[in-house]
């Protein structure tokens, strides 16, 4: 449920509040409004926009839960900060004070799947959330432990 195939966003604060609304909604965050708005003031101040055409927007010391994630992908691509450069894939996470140090770990996992053409191919052709995430699960099976 947080693997959205194809964001109806068409701009980075839709994007954010896109994912934010699919992780309270499967109750992973219980304040999506909040998350995107802790979100958006992050990237306010540093972009989170990295090579490859992938956004990492993130708020750390969420409470209450563990840590959590959305994957959306925009085919199309969302313009994503002043640089003018567009994002296809937006990684939103949610980070307990306790997990700071696995989401480094994991981030970097990920990033090794979005560097990899045929990672991000495969992402880009799934269809609906279950083959995303599978897509995601095969990509990441060598990297994430």
Do not use: C, Q, Y
Not at 37 to 51: C, D, G, H, I
Not at 93 to 117: E, H, N, T, W, Y
């Amino acid at each position: 449920e947080l693997m959205v195939p194809s964001l109806n966003a068409t701009t980075m604060e839709e994007a954010i509040a896109e994912l934010s609304n699919a992780m309270a909604a499967g109750g992973f965050v219980s304040d999506g409004e909040a998350l995107a708005r802790l979100a958006l003031e992050r990237e306010s101040v540093f972009t989170t926009r990295m090579e490859a055409g992938v956004a990492v927007p993130h708020v750390r010391g969420v409470e209450g839960g563990s840590l959590a994630f959305a994957l959306g992908i925009s085919k199309d691509g969302i313009v994503w900060d002043d640089s003018g450069e567009k994002v296809n894939f937006i990684v939103l996470s949610a980070i307990p004070s306790a997990g700071s140090a696995f989401f480094l770990r994991l981030m970097s996992d990920l990033m090794a799947v979005f560097r990899r053409k045929a990672g991000r191919a495969a992402l880009l052709e799934a269809a609906d959330s279950a083959s995303l995430w599978a897509a995601l699960d095969k990509a990441t099976s060598r990297t994430i432990r």
